[in-house]
């Protein structure tokens, strides 16, 4: 009986490691702040892709007829170009199979050179900047609208539907920062706007008093700032302190946060905030309120922007895996491009340079301190 026991016992071990033996893992990776000033941002994306592979592991996935499991290889770059090369070459090092992410144009534009050079993909549904998919590399692929089209339907609203005269423009100086000011100088001067002042900044400054007095002599209808919350907060409070509480606040999706509520601290210049993301909004997203219901389930209090899009990006990454039968970058890349994914932002296909076909824009403001669409 004992010996029969030992027997039992022992085949069940075997049994266990053979499924174990059988089971491949696959890593992907993510990039993302998660340290320093934009870590809201950066916690919030490695949610929605961590929210994916923990999904896709629970129903079980079958790549190449082998079963796989999922693992989340996450890494920080502190929205650093320097850190976030060197996180995107420790991804390469560990052969994830591919990546999701960055988060800042600026992190994002220097990593995608990395990821070209070792062959894996990666899909970002967060840095906006267009210079990304100019260097054609196979391996880049953007989910959002980038700053063409957020900087244009800005300026559009700001002269055709407010019909605004004058603008002042602030910019970070970061990759994203310039490119979203540019685009909107250069979209509202077409539409007839005046910039009556051009002042600059940096991504880790909280002071912009003499920026702002400068810019209150030229009296302008509307300042445009081309940069992100941290910034934009002290920026709405200082301005309110100076007397600008009558001034328009244009600015990018770095800016159109619910943190952003919080940094303004109960400022009224809130309340002028017309800011712009790539994508629709949560309710008019195909799956976004059910999924925003268990996002906030997981994650109480932590959403930001973009969740939704990395979560979408690991699902469409992982589908394109499975229609290629293999994980192997090689072999997947060009199933990636011809994606027709419907993901819980919207239908996901690709142009040819990696750029999302038909992106959507959605406008918001701030209703008693609520981020509320405009369209």
Known sequence: MQLKLKMTVAAAIAAVAGVAAAQEVVKIGHVAPVSGAQAHYGKDNENGARMAIEELNAQGVTIGGKKVKLELVAEDDAADPKQGTAAAQKLCDAKVAGVVGHLNSGTTIPASKVYNDCGIPHVTGAATNPNLTRPGYKTTFRIIANDNALGAGLAAYAAETLKLKTVAIVDDRTAYGQGVANVFKRV????????????????????????????????????????????????????????????????????????????????????????????????????????????????????????????????????????????????????????????????????????????????????????????
């Open 188 to 375: 509202a001067a077409e539409k007839g706007m005046k910039v009556v002042d051009e002042q600059f900044t940096t991504d880790k400054a909280t002071d912009f008093m003499a920026i702002l007095t400068a810019i209150k002599a030229k009296n302008p209808d509307a300042i445009f700032f081309g940069g992100m919350d941290p910034q934009a907060g002290p920026m709405l409070r200082q301005m309110e302190q100076l007397g600008l509480a009558n001034t328009k606040y244009f600015g990018g999706d770095g800016v159109c946060t619910t943190e952003i509520a919080k940094l303004a601290a109960g400022a009224k210049t809130l309340a002028n905030v017309i800011c712009a993301e790539g994508g629709a909004s949560l309710a008019k997203m195909p799956g976004g309120t059910a999924w925003k219901a268990k996002y906030d389930a997981k994650y109480p209090n932590q959403f930001q922007v973009y969740s939704p899009y990395t979560y979408d990006a690991t699902m469409l990454l992982v589908d394109a895996m499975k229609r290629a039968g293999s994980w192997d970058p090689k072999v997947y890349i060009p199933e990636l491009l011809k994606s027709n994914y419907k993901g819980v932002t919207a239908n996901i296909a690709f142009e040819p340079n990696g750029e999302m076909k038909n992106p959507a824009i959605t406008l918001y403001t701030y209703k008693e301190g609520k981020k509320t669409p405009l369209n």
